[in-house]
């Protein structure tokens, strides 16, 4: 499984989005925030991101399992994130992906 880092601040997240690396987040509070690779992250910012903010790409069928919300907003699933709005996430996953935190996946 591929891991990704979500950077959310859009000063951190700059280099990576004029350099069309990586793929938007519209779920975070932060403009500009993106997904990238975590090779990328690192060679970027020269050390390992925070646990909390690795992601991981989730395609059909077991994406079925993170599609739809259960109504609470507090839940780590809520954090999911349906491709949508991307188109060149749409090209490289599909329609049915869904960016997941990496620790409530079962690839762990």
């Known amino acids: 499984m591929n891991e990704y880092v979500l950077v959310e ?6 280099h ?3 350099n069309d690396i990586g793929y ?4 975070s509070e932060d403009n500009g925030a993106r997904y990238v690779p975590k ?33 609470d907003n507090d839940s780590i ?3 999911c994130e349906q491709i949508i709005a991307d188109e060149k996430g749409l090209s490289d996953f599909g329609s049915s992906a869904v960016w997941v935190p990496l620790c409530i996946t079962d690839e762990l």
């Open 9 to 14: 601040f859009p000063e951190d997240a700059a």
């Open 16 to 18: 990576f989005e004029e």
């Open 24 to 27: 938007p987040c519209f779920n």
């Open 39 to 71: 090779e990328e992250y690192i060679k970027h910012f020269g050390h390992e991101p925070q646990p909390n903010s690795y992601f991981a790409i989730v395609q059909w069928p077991e994406s079925q399992e993170y599609l739809g919300d259960d109504g």
């Open 77 to 79: 699933e809520a954090l």
